[in-house]
């Protein structure tokens, strides 16, 4: 079946630094990828979604300049953290639509990040 | 617009009894409904789905769940519980097209007592 993979599955960094995330479809390609962003215990915020060749669509209230987003080919999507904060620490899960039809979205396995 | 109600945040079972996850659904469109699963430190798999076909979906690991347009619930059901269930669950909805986002619910942790 359809595998997404993520990339690192952990980080730890220091408070200014910046982090990307990488976001794999392994046996499918994906032209829309979608970024969400998950605190402890709660539901997944929808980020922005990510589109092979053009610009990345940011969901409101997310900075497009603290959260980059490329998505230079149809098997790789990648997210920046840029100057990252402690407020940014956060499990931060790709996915990618499955085929054509009912709206299905596989999963990557999530990166923790912990910012210092 | 779109958007998903999980009452409460815990559902505590013995083994082998009866899942019952309650999910509700507000849209002003036909949805796509779905239901996924997390485990500790992992991202989402798909349990079942909803796509305008039969009612009553049935998913894997036993689980089904039944669209009642009439009450705007989409509830998901286990008949008899195993330890491995416990995790948390998402129950979403969608617009019908491909190009629809996803909106989640808050989610729902199951555990499961031996």
């Known amino acids: 079946g359809a595998v997404v993979s993520q990339h690192p599955s952990w980080v730890i960094c220091k408070s200014g630094t910046s982090v990307k995330i990488e976001c794999r479809s392994l046996d499918f390609q994906a032209t829309t990828m979608f970024w969400y962003r998950q605190f402890p215990k709660q539901s997944l915020m929808l980020m922005a979604t990510s589109n092979e060749g053009s610009k990345a669509t940011y969901e409101q209230g997310v900075e497009k300049d603290k959260f980059l987003i490329n998505h230079a080919s149809l098997t790789l999507s990648t997210l920046t953290v840029t100057s990252a904060h402690p407020e940014d620490s956060s499990f931060y899960i790709c996915?990618?639509?499955?085929?054509?039809?009912?709206?299905?979205?596989?999963f990557g396995a999530g990166s923790r990040l912990t910012v210092l | 617009a779109q958007s998903v109600t999980q009452l409460g945040s815990h559902v505590s079972v013995s083994e082998g009894a009866l899942v019952l996850l309650r999910c509700n659904y507000s849209s002003s469109v036909p949805p796509y409904l779905f239901w996924y699963v997390q485990y500790p430190n992992q991202g989402l798999q798909l349990l079942l789905k909803?796509?305008?076909?039969?009612?009553l979906v049935k998913g894997i690991n036993g689980f089904e769940a039944e669209f009642k347009k009439s009450e705007t619930s989409f509830h998901l059901t286990k008949p008899s519980a195993h330890m491995s269930d416990a995790a948390e669950y998402f129950c979403?909805?969608?617009?019908?097209?491909?190009?629809?986002?996803?909106?989640f619910g808050k989610g729902i942790t199951l555990s499961v007592r031996p």
């Open positions: 909803y796509t305008s076909a039969a009612t």
């Open positions: 996915s990618a639509r499955v085929g054509a039809g009912a709206n299905v979205l596989t």
């Open positions: 979403a909805v969608s617009e019908i097209g491909a190009n629809s986002k996803l909106t």
